[in-house]
């Protein structure tokens, strides 16, 4: 069975919604137009019952309107967090392997002292959530990033390039960094 896109049900819904109300302020209108016309009391009660009636259900079709749209946001905003959420754990992930490959090639590279390496570790955990916020974690490869820390880092043979980002040739800092 075919089922039409929510967008197209939620305007269906808004149309009739709309088209009921239109419906049920006429017939208010009409029976307010006779009630203030009438000089019958049997006729009084029978058409004061009747608007009545008439603008409850222009109430609840507002109401209806109401909840509808408020609904519509709720969904909108779970959306967006679910999406956000996604966008969180891809950059958790991602923080992950980054994290790993450039301690796996810090640990890896053999003319430097322990001592260096494990300050270089420790950088790599203190600043990495801070180097994800500065560049664009989520748009550019891992690759990319890698080649970045790693010239950052001064750590040899990794700049090469295939992987390395426009204008991210080992930095003074990097320079400081591996000699401190």
């Not at 109300?21 to 209108?29: I, K, Q, R, V």
């Not at 990794?158 to 992987?163: L, N």
Request: glycine residues 4%; proline residues 3%; aromatic residues 2%.
């Amino acid at each position: 069975m075919f089922m039409p896109p929510t967008t197209d049900i939620a305007d269906q819904q808004d149309r009739a919604l709309a088209r009921l109300l239109e419906l049920g302020l006429a017939a208010a209108e009409k029976v307010q137009a006779r009630l203030m016309a009438t000089e019958d009391d049997a006729l009084l009660g029978d058409l004061s019952l009747a608007l009545n009636r008439a603008s409850r259900n222009v109430r609840q079709t507002i109401a209806l309107q109401m909840r509808a749209a408020r609904d519509r946001r709720a969904d909108a905003r779970e959306v967006e967090a679910e999406a956000s959420l996604g966008d969180e754990v891809r950059r958790a992930d991602r923080r992950k392997e980054v994290k790993a490959a450039v301690e796996r090639l810090i640990r890896d590279e053999r003319e430097r002292p322990d001592d260096d390496v494990e300050r270089l570790v420790a950088w790599l955990d203190d600043d990495l959530d801070e180097y994800a916020r500065s560049h664009d974690f989520g748009a550019e490869t891992v690759e990319i990033h890698i080649a970045r820390l790693c010239a950052e880092l001064g750590i040899a043979g990794v700049h090469d390039d295939a992987h390395a980002p426009e204008g991210s040739e080992p930095s003074a800092d990097a320079a400081r960094r591996s000699s401190a």
